[in-house]
């Protein structure tokens, strides 16, 4: 399946608009906490979906996912295999900065990603470079994940360009 849903979904002025929402202070008395390198440690596999900005499923994929810490570091290996066949492969280089704070970068990550984690919940931000019918579209995701118990983890991840949104990422993970 090709990717023309990024394409239909910019329409013709593109206008800035704020972002607005929770802030993941607001999960602070939320349990079990989340700590990334203890949830991201280990195999996971995780089952998503894409979904236009009008809730239709574009697309369905597995993600197997395997993470390895040595102290404030690690590395999250991904690979994606998506309802059509295609595969897709991120590597995450990850940095635990204490309270809470993490960064991280991937070979498709414009600069740096930056998250926070308060609670059960992470708020992760990053501009990913997306592959669209041979052109790559640099499109920013507000990106929140919750632990739900010890094993799995919900994560929601809206996608913007331009401030306008083109859609959403659901997934569950699980250990």
Known sequence: MKRR???AALPAPLL???CA???VQDYAQERPPLDLRQY???PLVGHGVFTDRNGHVKA???VRMVGRWQGEQGVLEEDFEYSDGRKERRVWRLTHHGNGRYSGRADDVVGEAQGQAAGNALRW???LKLPVDGKVYE???DDWMWLIDERVMIN???MRKFGIDLGEVTLSFSR
């Open 5 to 7: 849903f990024l394409l």
């Open 16 to 18: 800035l608009s704020a």
């Open 21 to 23: 929402g929770p802030d």
């Open 40 to 42: 991201f440690n280990g």
């Open 60 to 62: 369905r994929f597995v």
């Open 125 to 127: 931000g990053y501009t």
């Open 139 to 141: 499109v920013q995701f």
């Open 156 to 158: 929601k991840a809206r």
